[in-house]
């Protein structure tokens, strides 16, 4: 055991001693949060113009109410024409595409009016244009049906609709715990593909600085294996808590600072609300439980094929593809699960160990024992302590004959006998 | 007394007899020397002595006592042929390290990390990197750490592959000091000639079975053809005889292989009766390497895989 300590620690101080350790830590908030807003931003910018001719027989296209839509926003911009010569020279007078509106009968409409362009501009143009046309047609097929705008503001705002309330758990919030269970599940997903292949690459390092052999000389392949994984484990367990360190700081800074705040003080409010509705404490412990749980269940795999192939990478990448697979997967059933947490692919989901750390997370903050009854909760986790001594106990076995091969890359199926040989 | 005894050990690979039935004794404070070609299964008998393997079947004794691994490693160093070392890590951390994997503290590895570095003209590495060292260099280290936690039983496979004669000479020398301190040395190695200067046992191995275990005087002797090597000042071209057949002759130079029966001193008497001066007569032992050759000769140069 001390030996594998001694291990654990030279994993762990090499590690955290890098400069990469630094520059991921900080990185990796930054390029995450750059990542959310910087598409939003670029969404928002990159929509294109169109300029769009329109040719009226219908007489309902009044130059007035195309301009009003116009003024909507810019990126449609309708010109009205009268001239049919538009159909073969539009691109000349420097339009995106033409419309010729029929004459139409104002009670029926009519569907897949043709929007004649040079180029695909795909669905969402469709739509768009499309809304934008039939905020005209309304217009004025409420005006031949006679209805004022009061009539319209009734029709517009007057609806009903419905919100699902547990009895078991009547605090339950489904759009706040959606938002965490998402969240923690994809925290748990990063953390998986991150350093489940640092596994694997610190598992190849004894290989490829040919070391192997004198470590295991002095230790058995289990003790060197575990302490790769505890220390690499420890190393994301450490990264994790500075992220986590950072979030409560810039949060209590924030409740400070916005103590005079209104919107601030209101934001904070509203943080506070939405964890009051779930289940805090539990969420955490679980998180833990999964996110270890999970982590070692895949570490181990993720070294046994570290162990099996030489110092190539792109062998790395095709061994390890399954288990990549495996985790994506999970993150699928996970977008489910979220739609439908007590569905059977949530309920199965979270129970088998390869899809139980991301699937779990995701279902816990709607509630225990409102949405997950504890008997799964309990077989869940039962099972994954299961599945990750036989994963580990799997992997240990192969790790033991692969770290000692070189030259040839094995199959999975001769992985698998080294595996279950005596 | 011995120190490790091994007998009828046994590993199978899927498509190998890898040791097929081994039986050795290595006496403490020998320096025992296992031989064979390329695939003879050296490594992997190596690999059970140190306890990187479980044999298949068969025993190994350490010291009198059922080999434990988890224990007695920490008795034995073994430097393999596929040896390495971190690379990015710095050398005395480096050594610190791996002392301590067999079970020597902090402080007791770093004084005699110390000392070694001392001995071999090494201070200057500690603060560099394996990285920055040469083959040779490494291979230095390599050793050090191995014999660092004075185990009883050093076990060297082709200890000298890569190092220049000087370093070599400095790394024989204290493998020399090591025996006479106490140590045991195994040494494993195709190159016949180191054997012949540093061993005083030898075990060849082939196709996983022992194919000769003795002392290498004996061997010598077991193997010795009966060859003996004449200097005179003028040989003449006609030497009919019935006491030995000739091998070689040059002008001043013969060689000739005594019949069954013939005493040296018969021939001597002959050559007297010739009236042919002598300059030196003397035997000519077989050197291991034809030994050697003249063993493994005919089997397979390579090993073949089989069903078993």
């Known amino acids: ?422 | 007394m011995n120190i490790l005894e091994v007998h009828n050990l046994k590993k199978y690979f899927a498509t190998q007899k890898a040791v097929d039935g081994i039986s050795m004794q290595v006496k403490e404070g020998s320096i025992f020397g296992l031989l064979g070609p390329n695939g003879a299964g050296k490594t992997t008998l190596l690999r059970m002595i140190t306890g990187i393997f479980y044999q298949d079947s068969g025993e190994i004794i350490f010291h009198g006592k059922k080999f434990d691994p988890e224990k007695d490693v920490e008795h034995i160093g073994y430097m393999p042929e596929e040896r390495g070392l971190y690379k990015k890590m710095k050398i005395g951390e480096q050594a610190i390290y791996l002392a301590q994997l067999k079970g020597l503290s902090k402080a007791d590895a770093r004084t005699k990390i110390r000392h070694w570095f001392e001995k071999l003209e090494m201070e200057s590495w500690w603060n560099k990197k394996v990285e920055d060292l040469s083959k040779g260099m490494s291979q230095k280290l390599q050793f050090v750490t191995t014999v660092l936690h004075n185990p009883k039983l050093i076990i060297l496979d082709e200890p000298f592959s890569g190092l220049d004669p000087v370093n070599a000479n400095l790394i024989k020398d204290e493998i020399y000091n090591l025996a006479k301190n106490g140590a045991t040395v195994i040494f494993s190695t195709h190159r016949m000639e180191q054997v012949e200067e540093i061993c005083e046992h030898i075990v060849l191995v082939n196709k996983g079975q022992k194919i000769l275990d003795g002392k290498l005087a004996d061997i010598k002797n077991d193997f010795k053809e009966n060859i003996y090597q004449i200097n005179a000042n003028a040989i003449p071209d006609q030497l009919i005889n019935s006491l030995f057949d000739i091998e070689k002759q040059t002008q001043q130079k013969l060689l000739i292989k005594l019949k069954e029966g013939t005493k040296t001193n018969d021939v001597l008497q002959y050559f007297i009766n010739e009236n042919i001066e002598l300059h030196s007569f003397n035997e000519v032992l077989p050197s291991l390497n034809e030994i050697f050759i003249g063993l493994v000769e005919g089997t397979a140069t390579a090993r073949q895989f089989q069903k078993i």
């Open chain 1, 1 to 422: 055991m001390s030996k594998t300590l001694l291990i654990l620690k030279r994993e762990y101080t090499t590690r955290v001693k890098k400069k990469a350790f630094l520059i991921t830590t900080i990185m990796f908030p930054v390029l995450y949060i750059g990542l959310i807003f910087g598409t939003g931003y670029l969404g928002s910018r990159a929509k294109q113009k169109l300029d769009i001719a329109l040719l009226d027989q219908s007489g309902y296209f009044t130059d007035s109410s195309l301009a009003a839509v116009n003024r909507m926003d810019s990126s449609t911009l309708f010109t009205s024409v009268t001239d049919t010569s538009i159909q073969s020279n539009y691109k000349k007078e420097g339009y995106d595409g033409y419309i010729i509106m029929p004459a139409l009968n104002w009670q029926t409409g009519m569907k897949n009016i043709k929007f004649i362009t040079d180029k695909t501009h795909g669905s969402g143009t469709e739509s768009m244009i499309g809304n934008k046309l039939n905020i005209i047609w309304s217009e004025m097929v409420n005006e031949k049906l006679g209805i004022d705008t009061e009539k319209k503001t009734v029709l517009s705002s007057s609806s009903i609709s419905i919100k699902e309330e547990n009895e078991q758990n009547k605090n339950a919030n489904s759009k706040v715990s959606a938002t965490i269970g998402y969240a923690c599940g994809f925290l748990i997903y990063f953390i998986l593909l991150i350093y489940g292949s640092q596994v694997m690459l610190g598992v190849m390092e004894e290989k490829t600085n040919r070391i192997a052999e004198v470590v295991v000389s002095s230790v058995k392949p289990f003790q060197l294996m575990l302490g790769k994984i505890l220390g690499i484990s420890l190393v994301a367990l450490t990264q994790f808590l500075i992220w986590v360190a950072c979030i409560f700081l810039v949060y209590s800074v924030g409740k400070y600072l916005g103590s005079g705040n209104a919107v601030a003080s209101a934001l904070v409010e509203g943080i506070q609300q939405s964890f009051a509705s779930i289940n805090l404490p539990l969420i955490l412990v679980c998180f833990a439980f999964y996110f270890m749980g999970g982590f070692f269940f895949y570490a181990s795999l993720y070294a046994a094929v570290g162990s099996a192939i030489n110092e190539d990478v792109r062998e790395a990448q095709s061994l390890s593809f399954p288990i990549t697979l495996l985790v994506i997967f999970a993150i699928f059933m996970m977008t489910i699960a979220i739609q439908d947490p007590s569905g059977p692919i949530a309920v199965w989901g979270s129970i088998i160990p390869f899809t139980s750390p991301i699937v779990m997370m995701a279902r816990l903050p709607f509630g225990v024992p409102g949405t997950v009854p504890v008997w799964q909760l309990a077989l869940s986790m039962s099972l994954l302590i299961i599945g990750f001594l036989f994963s580990t106990w799997v992997a240990a076995k192969i790790y033991r004959t692969g770290i000692l091969m070189y030259g040839k890359k094995p199959s999975w199926k001769e992985m698998l006998k080294w595996a279950f040989r005596k």
